[in-house]
């Protein structure tokens, strides 16, 4: 069973800068992406960023050029570092993977941007961001 646990969220001031990191246990067949999502409360759950297998990355606009998202295979790790914060930035990030298995280990429909495309989550990390 792969369970992703995120770590790294708190409370930080506008401008400033978090890392949230994400790390995969379990056995993995094959990884076709990982991702982050945030969501604030009454909200639906809001696509941030997504890493493909191949390495290429993909981000909302809202956070294009402030947020980096990266990978560690070796160390089954996800990070996002998230700069130049702002009030709207806060709510609970949640890692994500879309990982597959025999017979099913086709990676198609890259970048995946859809809640409804990842098949793991984690429990999610609180972000907070003041004024």
């Given at each position: ?6 770590s ?7 401008g400033?800068?978090?890392?949230l990191s ?5 056995y993995i067949?094959?990884r076709?992406?990982m991702?982050?999502?945030r969501?604030t409360?009454?909200?639906e759950?809001?696509?941030?960023s ?12 809202s956070?294009?050029g402030r947020f980096?998202i ?12 998230m ?8 709510a609970?990030y ?11 280990y086709?990676?198609i429909?890259s970048p995946?941007?859809?809640t ?7 429990q999610?990390?609180q972000?907070t961001?003041s004024s």
């Amino acid at each position: 069973q792969v369970q992703l646990v995120e770590s790294g969220g708190g409370s930080v001031q506008a401008g400033g800068s978090l890392k949230l990191s994400c790390a995969a246990s379990g056995y993995i067949f094959r990884r076709c992406a990982m991702g982050w999502f945030r969501q604030t409360p009454g909200k639906e759950r809001d696509f941030v960023s997504t890493i493909s297998e191949d390495g290429t990355t993909t981000y909302a606009d809202s956070v294009k050029g402030r947020f980096t998202i990266s990978q560690d295979k070796a160390k089954n790790s996800l990070y996002l570092q998230m700069n130049s914060l702002k009030t709207e930035d806060t709510a609970v990030y949640y890692c994500a993977a879309v990982l597959r298995h025999p017979p099913n280990y086709y990676c198609i429909g890259s970048p995946y941007t859809e809640t409804d495309d990842y098949n793991h989550w984690g429990q999610g990390a609180q972000v907070t961001v003041s004024s």
